[in-house]
T-cell receptor, first 112, second 112 residues
Framework: EPEVTQTPSHQVTQMGQEVILRCVPI?????FYWYRQILGQKVEFLVSFYNNEISEKSEIFDDQFSVERPDGSNFTLKIRSTKLEDSAMYFC??????????FGSGTRLTVV | GENVEQHPSTLSVQEGDSAVIKCTYSDSASNYFPWYKQELGKRPQLIIDIRSNVGEKKDQRIAVTLNKTAKHFSLHITETQPEDSAVYFC???????????FGKGTTLSVSS
């Protein structure tokens, strides 16, 4: 069964540092997403990406965040200057249409 | 924006009993309602979904019902087993249809 792959599985970073989280969506999917989940809380939408541009973003996705699809397979989330409250599990997801997401296994980001 | 409320936050049942989790949504334009199961430290996994043109859908021990007029949908698990123990999240598409908005989750515990 096709999978969404995320790397790294766990990243520890100093406050104020930049981090890049990487995702390889399912190859024939067209829609890509980033979500985050703070420990013990619900999954929160960050951004959706379609046709090489952001289609929607939440209020969480401020100027510190950016996404990129640098080549035909990777989809990245960059946090420019991390804050303690950015500590969370970040999930990438992709879908072939508007529904039927497949989530990746997540990157646990710890900001110290 | 879309708001999804989920109840109860915790649910404990005996093995073999049924479990029901309920969600309400605020945006009448929502048209897709998935349910996810999340085990500790793992990704959300889609267990069943329903679209707005259908009132009920069943897959073995799992069923989902949708009442568009009342803007609520429910997950029904029959003959529960210990391996059903997990956190269950409902979700609904936002108005633009480009993102899923999640409920806060229900921790289901099935004791044998």
């Amino acid at each position: 069964e096709p999978e969404v792959t995320q790397t790294p599985s766990h990243q520890v970073t100093q406050m104020g540092q930049e981090v890049i989280l990487r995702c390889v969506p399912i190859s024939n999917h067209l829609y890509f997403y980033w979500y985050r989940q703070i420990l013990g809380q619900k999954v929160e939408f960050l951004v959706s990406f379609y046709n090489n541009e952001i289609s929607e973003k939440s209020e969480i996705f401020d100027d510190q965040f950016s996404v990129e699809r640098p080549d035909g397979s990777n989809f990245t989330l960059k946090i420019r200057s991390t804050k303690l409250e950015d500590s969370a599990m970040y999930f990438c997801a992709s879908s072939g249409g508007e529904w039927g997401y497949t989530f990746g296994s997540g990157t646990r980001l710890t900001v110290v | 924006g879309e708001n999804v409320e989920q109840h109860p936050s915790t649910l404990s049942v005996q093995e073999g009993d049924s479990a029901v989790i309920k969600c309400t949504y605020s945006d009448s334009a929502s048209n897709y309602f998935p349910w996810y199961k999340q085990e500790l430290g793992k990704r959300p996994q889609l267990i069943i979904d329903i679209r707005s043109n259908v009132g009920e859908k069943k897959d073995q021990r799992i069923a989902v019902t949708l009442n568009k007029t009342a803007k609520h949908f429910s997950l029904h698990i029959t003959e529960t087993q210990p391996e059903d123990s997990a956190v269950y999240f409902c979700a609904a598409t936002n108005q633009a249809g480009t993102a899923l908005i999640f409920g806060k989750g229900t921790t289901l515990s099935v004791s044998s």
